[in-house]
C-alpha cells in the first residue's frame, strides 16, 4: 500500500494534518495515531506501516495529528491545547473526510478524548438539566438504586449505530 498523501481540516483558524489509509466500508478514526508517532513518520516507520496496513484492511484509517503535535498547527493560546480541542480536531478531520460515523480507536493517553468524544455525542442527545447514559452505564449500576427512564432509540453523530438511552432519575 502506498503512503497517502497528507491533507489538512480547518478548525479555528488551525490546520489539522490528516491522512486516509485504505478505502473500506467502515471508518476508523484513530484517535491517538499522532500522539504517538506523527502522521508524516508512520509510514516510514517498518511496524507503524503494517499495523496501519493491517488497520486498512478492515476499512479506512483516518489518522491525525491534534493541534499543536506533529504537523498540525500549534494555537497561539497553549491553554487551548485540551482535550475538548483534540475532540474538536477529530470532528473537523471528519468533517473533511466526509464521514459521518466511524470506530473510534484509542489506546494509552488518547482513550479520554475518545471517552470525550463518544460521551459529547450522548451529551447532544440530552434535553437542559438532563443526563442521559448508555445500557453499558445502566447495566454496570444494576442494583445500587439508582433509577432511569427510558428515553427511547436516538442516532447519535459520529456513532455506527442507533442507541438506546436513559435518563437518570435519582437515587
Known amino acids: 500500500m502506498e503512503t497517502p498523501g497528507t491533507h489538512y481540516a480547518r478548525r479555528a483558524g488551525l490546520h489539522i494534518g490528516y491522512q486516509v489509509w485504505g478505502d473500506g466500508e467502515v471508518d476508523i478514526l484513530d484517535v491517538g495515531c ?5 502522521i508524516d513518520e508512520a509510514g516510514e516507520q517498518p511496524r507503524w506501516r503494517r499495523y496501519t496496513e493491517r488497520l486498512a484492511a478492515c476499512g479506512r484509517v483516518i489518522r ?3 493541534s499543536g503535535i506533529g504537523l498540525s498547527d500549534t494555537p497561539t493560546d497553549l491553554d487551548e491545547l485540551t482535550f475538548d480541542a483534540w475532540v474538536d480536531d477529530a470532528l473537523a478531520v ?4 466526509g464521514s459521518t460515523r466511524a470506530v473510534v480507536l484509542a489506546a494509552s493517553g488518547s482513550s479520554l478524548p475518545a471517552f470525550i468524544f463518544a460521551a459529547a455525542r450522548v451529551a447532544a442527545a440530552a434535553a437542559t438539566g438532563e443526563v442521559l447514559v448508555s ?8 442494583g445500587a438504586g439508582i433509577a432511569f427512564v427510558d ?7 459520529g456513532v455506527p ?11
Open 64 to 66: 491525525f495529528d491534534p
Open 94 to 97: 471528519m468533517e473533511a473526510v
Open 151 to 157: 428515553r427511547g432509540t436516538h442516532t447519535l453523530k
Open 34 to 38: 499522532g500522539t504517538f508517532i506523527s
Open 161 to 171: 449505530d442507533p442507541r438506546r438511552l436513559w435518563a437518570v432519575a435519582g437515587a
Open 135 to 142: 445500557n453499558t452505564v445502566v447495566d454496570v449500576v444494576e
